[in-house]
Structures are given as structure tokens and as C-alpha cells.
């Protein structure tokens, strides 16, 4: 199975390493490495049947070339066929080009025309010469998903090697197939990689054709299969059980301040039942910023305890990691029990007393930052691991949090709602639970977009609004990560403190505090604590309050050149007001003019204030790498299929994995490899 050398049999070491890059290994990897689009050039437009925007090949003489200067230095090439003339655009072109294209040389050209300033043209369309009579390609052209330093020429040429050398035999049984009225798996192969002329284009596109809908069954299959596996494997592990004894957890219920709302309940009822379970919970718990997840999360801390078992929760900031230890320690004090406290800026000492009582049990509850998967710390018997703002957390440091028990019971929290489909198509095995209601009397924020140089009139409105006895943060801009010195996080620094220090001389009457990523651990505290309690009116913030800071007395944001923010992120930093019984509002300052793109995702952030749309937008509008952070998000186990639209398939494909798991293990096995050999370390989490 170690199929990765295969790839040396058709491309250079150089290559293999572009092509392993954009995740393909292994020669199944080439053959499932489907086109994006074709391009038809299997037939010849006139140039007077040219239509703007629908791209076509032309067979046409030069007429004469030149480099023109301006608007800029460009090589501009005027050719002619029996119908018509038509400008070639070139902004960056090799001195040869000009050679090359000498009057009455033949070529065929590919590109999309539009309208130019002095008739139509084509901006850097490709173009060979070719002899009179030559002839047209017989299928259309693919055109693949590529890498920087990876020609489209060079992709097909692996590809097309990787088609011959392949072992594209069915690993569907035939019985099966039929039944599903599937087509045949290598024709379907070949034919999305060199579709023929007769074939509607239209059908390749939308991914309508039988040829894509096998390829689609094909890829939910393999999904399927692995997470049954995943699943089996799971159940099979040995965890201890934890059933609800409700010894705690009906104490706290009864102590708290408020009733659980029924998504609450609903969310704490799962959890509790997998608890109860004799193998590994692995279970995520989605909630719109300010859902109530906190407190669904100590209720399964303490049903951890109830049975004599530790709990733990990490967090992955030391704000929010200490807001949670203090929420905690009010809620649990009252039944008796204490919180173990970690984090970096802990003193030695006092660490390795920490460490000692979670190490023999004397604590039965831990909290911290990434302090708590040291070295230095264990558990006498931990029975479960909670990850809040999970996506924070790379694969390796949630695996090591969980190899601080043996097979503890797994919660995963998020705040950057993932769409429950995003999510199926990322992790091979895990259960969701959604509150899908904020708790009740919350107010949504007002969202105002205003320009930068509307800036005193916001100032003014902060003058106000503390004098009212409220409180307020200013964001600070975010700043981009520059080259690998962190040059970005000094500059997000200075930013802050410009920004701090012009808001000081603009608001002499205000108590204006400041928290960023490098103060030190007991001045940041200091900080957040003068804010808590009130005695900080504006908290000047970068980025680090995006999570979790929980102060219902601040009801006015301002998010400082918004335009730079992701939409998630935006939605998060917009959830820390609203809290109280004030009415809220949430300033997005941008710096005009705004681009299009800008514009279009201020827009839905200020119109939207459900969490999982804003996050169904980003991921549209950014893709799933960037959406989920680069860390975890690795390769999707689905590139073709689409949960929701092949609905249809996806049900289909889940009752076959069943029956080829049962009747033809060995076929189930071989489609799994073949989707995912190269993937497998994915499957693993
Ligand atoms: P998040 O899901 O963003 O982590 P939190 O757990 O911090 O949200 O909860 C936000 C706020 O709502 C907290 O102040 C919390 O005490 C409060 N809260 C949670 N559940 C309820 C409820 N059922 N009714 C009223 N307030 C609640
Ligand atoms: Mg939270």
C-alpha cells in the first residue's frame, strides 16, 4: 500500500514533490484528480462569431505586432481570418514573442474575447503556431486544479501516464451496481478527464453527468466505509463509563441563576447518555457566540465527578482560559470542590504544586491554556477532556490532551459554527450536538458600518455612552502576519498602542484600560479584571478578546478598520456586547473607499447576526482551509460530493458501505484505499 514511489514512474522527483503539494501521491490520487472546467478546443470560431466573455479557439495570420508603451509596456498583436480582425494583448511577454509573431505566421489561439478601447480583443490568450490543415484536439481540453510551478502541460501529462498505469478495475460489486444503476467506474474515470465532443458541457459543469454522479457515489462510499471503521474502532476502545448519578450536576441546576434553555437541555441530554457510555465519547457542541456552552460544559465535568473520575477543560487563550476558571470556581465552590489552575505565566513552583495535587487526585478538576498538555502534567484518572473554542487547537495538541487518560471521553466546543456538513466531510467520526437558541431576553446588537473619517463622532458617541455608566471595547486594527520574524504581531502592538494612546488624548474623562497578545499574564489579569468590575469604562483590545470575555455591562464594540477581519471573526468580536439588558451596538470602522470584495462581506456581517449563515457565507466566500485554519483543516475527505445537494447519493451510499462492510469486506477495502491511501493519518482524529 505504500503507493508513493509509484508516482516516480512518471514524473521527476521535482514534480512528484509540486504534485505531492497539492496532495496528489499516489497514481490514484492523478486518476482522481479531476478536471475543473474544459476548455473546447475541438472546433474553430470565426472571428466575427466571437461572442465577449465565452471563451473559443481562432485560427488567424498576424498582421503586424508591436510593444506599445502605453498605457503600459505591452506586446500587442493585431490578427485576421476570412471574417475579421481581432486584437492579442500581452502584459508580460518575452522579447522572443515579438519575433515569433511575425506577419502572416498561422496560429491557433485560445482565449476569452471581450470588448476592447479600440474593438474586441483577447487579454493573454494561449496561442501556438501551427501549420495549414493541422488538425483539432478530439476531446476537450481539461483543465485541472493546479499549484504554483505546476503547468497545466505537465499536469496532464501525469495524468494522462497515471490513466495508463492505474488500476481503475471496479471495486463497486457488479451486483451492487446495478442495482444502484451506476456507471461503470473507469469509463467514468476517463471520460471527466477527456470527455468527447458530443457530450453536453453543460452536464460536466453542474456535475449532472452519470460519469460525475459515480465519481460523487464513488467518493461518499469511501467516506462512508472509513466512518463506519472509525466508528467500530471507537466502540471498541474501553472507556470509563459515567453514567448521570446527579449527585452534582442537579446541585449546580438547582444553584444557578437561571433555567437551561431547551437546547441547552436537549445538548446536556446528549452528552450525558455518551457519558454514560463504556467507550469514548467524541462528540463536538456547536453554539452561536453566547449560546451557553460554558455552563452545558461544567454539567458534564460534573457528572465526570459524580463517578469519581476527573475532568478537565483547555482553552486557548489565558483570558478565556481564566474567565472559565473563575465562572467555575463560583459555580462549584458552593458543592465543595476546588479547580486546578494552569497556564504559562504560572511560577514554577507553584505549577509543579498544581501538577502533584491533579497528579494524585487530590483536585478533581483542572482548567487552563495549552499549559495543560506539558509534560509535567498528569492525571491520577482522567474521564474527560473538553476543548473549548476547538478550532484554535491543532490536531496533535487535542490528541494530547487526550492521551493524559486512558480513552477519556471527548467534548470539542466551537463558537465558529461549522456547518454540520463541513464538518461530516472533515472529521472521519463524530457526533454533533447544536443549541440552536440563544438563552432568552438577549438583544440583538445593532451593527453600524461608518466610515474612518467619521471617527470623533464615534469617539463622541463612546464620551456618551460612559457617561451613562456603560462600558465599551475599541478593536484594534488587525494586522497581518509579515515574513517569518512575527514582524506582524510588534506591529499589531504598536497599532494598539497608537491607538490607545490617541484615545487617551481624545477621552481625558475616561478610565481607558489596554490587553494584547504579549502584556505580561498578571497585567493582563489586572486589565480584565479593572474591566470586569467596572472600574475600566473602554477596554482598548486587539484581537485577544475575540473569544469567550464575557462582560454583560459592555454594550458598544468598535472594531477598528473592520474591512480586514474575516466574517467569523467579526460575528465573535460582535458577540462580546449584548450581553446585558442594555441595548447594544456594534460600530465597523472602515477605511474608504472600500473594494468589492470588502464591501460584499461588510455587508453580511451587518445584515446577518446568525452565526452559522455568517459562516456558511465565509466559507463561500473563502473556502474551507482558510475557514477552518490552516492547522487542522488538512485536505477534505470530500472534494466532489456535496452533502447536501447529492443528498440522494449520500443516502444511497450509506446503505452500501453497510452491505459491502458485511458481504464484501475485501471490495470495501480496496475503495477505501483507492479514495483515501494517501489520507489515511486524516481518518485518525
Ligand atoms: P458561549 O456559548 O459563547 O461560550 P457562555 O457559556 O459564555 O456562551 O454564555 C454566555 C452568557 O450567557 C453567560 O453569561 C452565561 O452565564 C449566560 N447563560 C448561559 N445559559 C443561560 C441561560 N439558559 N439563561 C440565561 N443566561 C444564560
Ligand atoms: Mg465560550
Same mark, same amino acid.
Given at each position: 500500500?505504500?503507493?508513493?514511489?509509484?508516482?516516480?514512474?512518471?514524473?521527476?522527483?521535482?514534480?512528484?514533490?509540486?504534485?505531492?503539494?497539492?496532495?496528489?501521491?499516489?497514481?490514484?490520487?492523478?486518476?482522481?484528480?479531476?478536471?475543473?472546467?474544459?476548455?473546447?478546443?475541438?472546433?474553430?470560431?470565426?472571428?466575427?462569431?466571437?461572442?465577449?466573455?465565452?471563451?473559443?479557439?481562432?485560427?488567424?495570420?498576424?498582421?503586424?505586432?508591436?510593444?506599445?508603451?502605453?498605457?503600459?509596456?505591452?506586446?500587442?498583436?493585431?490578427?485576421?481570418?476570412?471574417?475579421?480582425?481581432?486584437?492579442?494583448?500581452? &502584459?508580460?511577454?518575452?522579447?522572443?514573442?515579438?519575433?515569433?509573431?511575425?506577419?502572416?505566421?498561422?496560429?491557433?489561439?485560445?482565449?476569452?474575447?471581450?470588448?476592447?478601447?479600440?474593438?474586441?480583443?483577447?487579454?493573454?490568450?494561449?496561442?501556438?503556431?501551427?501549420?495549414?490543415?493541422?488538425?483539432?484536439?478530439?476531446?476537450?481540453?481539461?483543465?485541472?486544479?493546479?499549484?504554483?510551478?505546476?503547468?497545466?502541460?505537465?499536469?496532464?501529462?501525469?495524468?494522462?501516464?497515471?490513466?495508463?498505469?492505474?488500476?481503475?478495475?471496479?471495486?463497486?460489486?457488479?451486483?451492487?451496481?446495478?442495482?444502484?444503476?451506476?456507471?461503470?467506474?473507469?469509463?467514468?474515470?476517463?471520460?471527466?478527464?477527456?470527455?468527447?465532443?458530443? !457530450?453536453?458541457?453543460?452536464?460536466?459543469?453542474?456535475?449532472?453527468?452519470?460519469?460525475?454522479?459515480?465519481?460523487?457515489?464513488?467518493?461518499?462510499?469511501?467516506?462512508?466505509?472509513?466512518?463506519?471503521?472509525?466508528?467500530?474502532?471507537?466502540?471498541?476502545?474501553?472507556?470509563?463509563?459515567?453514567?448521570?448519578?446527579?449527585?452534582?450536576?442537579?446541585?449546580?441546576?438547582?444553584?444557578?441563576?437561571?433555567?437551561?434553555?431547551?437546547?441547552?437541555?436537549?445538548?446536556?441530554?446528549?452528552?450525558?447518555?455518551?457519558?454514560?457510555?463504556?467507550?469514548?465519547?467524541?462528540?463536538?457542541?456547536?453554539?452561536?457566540?453566547?449560546? =451557553?456552552?460554558?455552563?452545558?460544559?461544567?454539567?458534564?465535568?460534573?457528572?465526570?465527578?459524580?463517578?469519581?473520575?476527573?475532568?478537565?477543560?483547555?482553552?486557548?487563550?489565558?483570558?478565556?482560559?481564566?474567565?472559565?476558571?473563575?465562572?467555575?470556581?463560583?459555580?462549584?465552590?458552593?458543592?465543595?470542590?476546588?479547580?486546578?489552575?494552569?497556564?504559562?505565566?504560572?511560577?514554577?513552583?507553584?505549577?509543579?504544586?498544581?501538577?502533584?495535587?491533579?497528579?494524585?487526585?487530590?483536585?478533581?478538576?483542572?482548567?487552563?491554556?495549552?499549559?495543560?498538555?506539558?509534560?509535567?502534567?498528569?492525571?491520577?484518572?482522567?474521564?474527560?477532556?473538553?476543548?473549548?473554542?476547538?478550532?484554535?487547537?491543532?490536531?496533535?495538541?487535542?490528541?494530547? &490532551?487526550?492521551?493524559?487518560?486512558?480513552?477519556?471521553?471527548?467534548?470539542?466546543?466551537?463558537?465558529?459554527?461549522?456547518?454540520?456538513?463541513?464538518?461530516?466531510?472533515?472529521?472521519?467520526?463524530?457526533?454533533?450536538?447544536? !443549541?440552536?437558541?440563544?438563552?432568552?431576553?438577549?438583544?440583538?446588537?445593532?451593527?453600524?458600518?461608518?466610515?474612518?473619517?467619521?471617527?470623533?463622532?464615534?469617539?463622541?458617541?463612546?464620551?456618551?455612552?460612559?457617561?451613562?455608566?456603560?462600558?465599551?471595547?475599541?478593536?484594534?486594527?488587525?494586522?497581518?502576519?509579515?515574513?517569518?520574524?512575527?514582524?506582524?504581531?510588534?506591529?499589531?502592538?504598536?497599532?494598539?498602542?497608537?491607538?490607545?494612546?490617541?484615545?487617551?488624548?481624545?477621552?481625558?474623562? &475616561?478610565?481607558?484600560?489596554?490587553?494584547?497578545?504579549?502584556?505580561?499574564?498578571?497585567?493582563?489579569?489586572?486589565?480584565?479584571?479593572?474591566?470586569?468590575?467596572?472600574?475600566?469604562?473602554?477596554?482598548?483590545?486587539?484581537?485577544?478578546?475575540?473569544?469567550?470575555?464575557?462582560?454583560?455591562?459592555?454594550?458598544?464594540?468598535?472594531?477598528?478598520?473592520?474591512?480586514?477581519?474575516?466574517?467569523?471573526?467579526?460575528?465573535?468580536?460582535?458577540?462580546?456586547?449584548?450581553?446585558?439588558?442594555?441595548?447594544?451596538?456594534?460600530?465597523?470602522?472602515?477605511?474608504?473607499?472600500?473594494?468589492?470584495?470588502?464591501?460584499?462581506?461588510?455587508?453580511?456581517?451587518?445584515?446577518?447576526?446568525?452565526?452559522?449563515?455568517?459562516?456558511?457565507?465565509?466559507?463561500?466566500?473563502?473556502?474551507?482551509?482558510?475557514?477552518?485554519?490552516?492547522?487542522?483543516? =488538512?485536505?477534505?475527505? &470530500?472534494?466532489?460530493?456535496?452533502?447536501?445537494?447529492?443528498?440522494?447519493?449520500?443516502?444511497?451510499?450509506?446503505?452500501?458501505?453497510?452491505?459491502?462492510?458485511?458481504?464484501?469486506?475485501?471490495?470495501?477495502?480496496?475503495?477505501?484505499?483507492?479514495?483515501?491511501?494517501?489520507?489515511?493519518?486524516?481518518?485518525?482524529?
Amino acid at each position: 500500500m505504500s503507493a508513493a514511489p509509484a508516482l516516480t514512474t512518471l514524473a521527476t522527483p521535482a514534480t512528484a514533490a509540486k504534485l505531492a503539494r497539492i496532495g496528489l501521491r499516489t497514481l490514484d490520487d492523478l486518476a482522481l484528480h479531476l478536471p475543473l472546467r474544459y476548455e473546447d478546443e475541438t472546433r474553430l470560431t470565426a472571428i466575427a462569431d466571437l461572442r465577449p466573455g465565452v471563451p473559443a479557439q481562432i485560427e488567424a495570420r498576424v498582421v503586424e505586432a508591436s510593444v506599445q508603451y502605453r498605457p503600459r509596456r505591452q506586446l500587442v498583436a493585431r490578427v485576421r481570418d476570412a471574417s475579421g480582425e481581432l486584437a492579442l494583448r500581452f &502584459l508580460n511577454f518575452y522579447g522572443s514573442q515579438l519575433k515569433q509573431l511575425a506577419p502572416g505566421v498561422c496560429l491557433r489561439i485560445f482565449g476569452e474575447p471581450r470588448g476592447g478601447f479600440l474593438g474586441d480583443e483577447m487579454v493573454h490568450p494561449r496561442y501556438r503556431l501551427v501549420g495549414a490543415g493541422e488538425t483539432l484536439a478530439q476531446a476537450m481540453t481539461p483543465v485541472y486544479p493546479a499549484t504554483a510551478g505546476l503547468s497545466q502541460l505537465a499536469l496532464r501529462k501525469c495524468i494522462g501516464l497515471a490513466l495508463e498505469q492505474a488500476d481503475l478495475s471496479e471495486t463497486l460489486p457488479e451486483p451492487l451496481r446495478k442495482q444502484l444503476k451506476l456507471a461503470p467506474f473507469a469509463d467514468s474515470v476517463r471520460l471527466l478527464h477527456h470527455p468527447t465532443p458530443d !457530450i453536453a458541457l453543460a452536464d460536466l459543469v453542474d456535475r449532472a453527468h452519470p460519469a460525475w454522479r459515480r465519481i460523487k457515489f464513488d467518493e461518499l462510499l469511501a467516506q462512508q466505509i472509513s466512518l463506519r471503521r472509525a466508528h467500530e474502532a471507537r466502540r471498541a476502545k474501553t472507556a470509563p463509563p459515567l453514567p448521570a448519578r446527579g449527585a452534582l450536576t442537579k446541585k449546580l441546576l438547582a444553584a444557578l441563576p437561571f433555567q437551561l434553555t431547551a437546547a441547552q437541555r436537549r445538548v446536556w441530554g446528549e452528552i450525558g447518555r455518551d457519558l454514560g457510555q463504556p467507550y469514548p465519547m467524541q462528540r463536538l457542541l456547536q453554539g452561536d457566540v453566547g449560546s =451557553g456552552k460554558t455552563i452545558v460544559a461544567a454539567l458534564a465535568m460534573l457528572q465526570a465527578v459524580e463517578n469519581g473520575y476527573q475532568a478537565t477543560l483547555m482553552a486557548p487563550t489565558e483570558i478565556l482560559a481564566e474567565q472559565h476558571w473563575r465562572k467555575l470556581s463560583q459555580w462549584l465552590a458552593p458543592l465543595g470542590l476546588e479547580i486546578g489552575w494552569f497556564s504559562g505565566s504560572l511560577k514554577k513552583r507553584e505549577k509543579a504544586a498544581m501538577a502533584e495535587a491533579v497528579a494524585c487526585g487530590r483536585l478533581p478538576l483542572a482548567i487552563g491554556t495549552h499549559a495543560l498538555i506539558e509534560e509535567t502534567v498528569d492525571f491520577h484518572c482522567l474521564g474527560l477532556a473538553i476543548i473549548d473554542e476547538q478550532h484554535r487547537f491543532g490536531v496533535r495538541q487535542r490528541l494530547t &490532551l487526550r492521551e493524559k487518560g486512558a480513552n477519556p471521553h471527548q467534548l470539542m466546543m466551537s463558537a465558529t459554527p461549522i456547518p454540520r456538513t463541513l464538518a461530516m466531510s472533515y472529521y472521519a467520526d463524530l457526533d454533533v450536538s447544536v !443549541i440552536d437558541a440563544l438563552p432568552p431576553g438577549r438583544k440583538p446588537v445593532l451593527t453600524k458600518l461608518v466610515a474612518e473619517a467619521r471617527r470623533d463622532e464615534v469617539i463622541a458617541r463612546i464620551r456618551d455612552a460612559c457617561a451613562q455608566g456603560r462600558q465599551a471595547y475599541w478593536v484594534c486594527p488587525l494586522i497581518e502576519e509579515t515574513g517569518a520574524g512575527g514582524g506582524g504581531q510588534k506591529l499589531q502592538l504598536q497599532a494598539a498602542t497608537d491607538t490607545f494612546e490617541r484615545l487617551r488624548a481624545a477621552l481625558p474623562e &475616561l478610565n481607558i484600560g489596554l490587553v494584547h497578545g504579549r502584556l505580561k499574564a498578571d497585567e493582563k489579569a489586572r486589565v480584565m479584571d479593572g474591566f470586569v468590575a467596572g472600574d475600566i469604562q473602554l477596554l482598548v483590545a486587539t484581537t485577544v478578546i475575540e473569544v469567550g470575555v464575557d462582560v454583560p455591562n459592555a454594550s458598544l464594540m468598535v472594531i477598528e478598520c473592520a474591512e480586514r477581519f474575516g466574517l467569523s471573526q467579526l460575528h465573535q468580536l460582535r458577540g462580546r456586547v449584548g450581553r446585558g439588558a442594555d441595548d447594544s451596538v456594534c460600530i465597523l470602522l472602515y477605511a474608504a473607499p472600500l473594494g468589492e470584495a470588502a464591501r460584499a462581506r461588510l455587508k453580511i456581517i451587518y445584515e446577518s447576526a446568525d452565526g452559522f449563515e455568517i459562516a456558511r457565507e465565509d466559507l463561500r466566500l473563502r473556502g474551507p482551509g482558510e475557514f477552518l485554519g490552516s492547522r487542522q483543516s =488538512g485536505v477534505p475527505l &470530500l472534494r466532489f460530493a456535496d452533502l447536501e445537494a447529492d443528498a440522494d447519493l449520500l443516502d444511497a451510499a450509506r446503505e452500501t458501505a453497510e452491505r459491502m462492510l458485511r458481504a464484501f469486506p475485501d471490495a470495501a477495502e480496496r475503495h477505501v484505499a483507492r479514495w483515501l491511501g494517501s489520507r489515511r493519518e486524516l481518518l485518525k482524529v
